[in-house]
């Protein structure tokens, strides 16, 4: 690697969000610039820290780098479901809260039980008719 690549790869390091695997991910990088330019690589970090989920842990530098995830294209922001949409959502697929919700009021402790007691009711009545 030369100097000057090592000056860009230490910038881009500076801006990666997760310093773990420094040499390896000095090695991937000069893979990278082969196919992209230094700037490619720098714009490409500022769009994953703006579209990765706030549940998923930022990528190695190695893997995001041997991946091409600079070139990886987002879709449109959606937007948060509100505790209305995720009510018609569970009550669109029979989830079991809601049946909980209906026979206790709220919420209980008994899980998805009313599922199992409710689905073996429905087979002794299969097998009895």
Not at 4 to 14: G, K, N, R, S, T
Not at 27 to 46: C, F, P, S, V, W
């Amino acid at each position: 690697m030369t100097t000057a690549m090592q000056h860009e790869f230490e910038e881009w390091w500076d801006s990666y969000p997760r310093k773990v695997g420094k040499l390896a991910a000095m090695k991937a990088y000069a893979k990278a610039r082969k196919t992209a330019t230094a700037q490619e690589l720098r714009e490409g970090i500022g769009r994953y820290m703006k579209h990765k989920p706030s549940y998923a842990d930022y990528a190695h530098p190695q893997t995001w780098l041997n991946q091409g995830r600079w070139m990886d294209q987002y879709g449109a922001e959606r937007p948060m479901l509100t505790p209305t949409d995720t009510r018609s959502f569970l009550e669109s697929i029979g989830h079991w809260s809601i049946d909980c919700e209906r026979l206790h009021g709220g919420t209980c402790q008994s899980g998805n039980a009313h599922y199992d007691k409710r689905d073996a009711e429905q087979a002794m009545k299969a097998q009895a008719s």
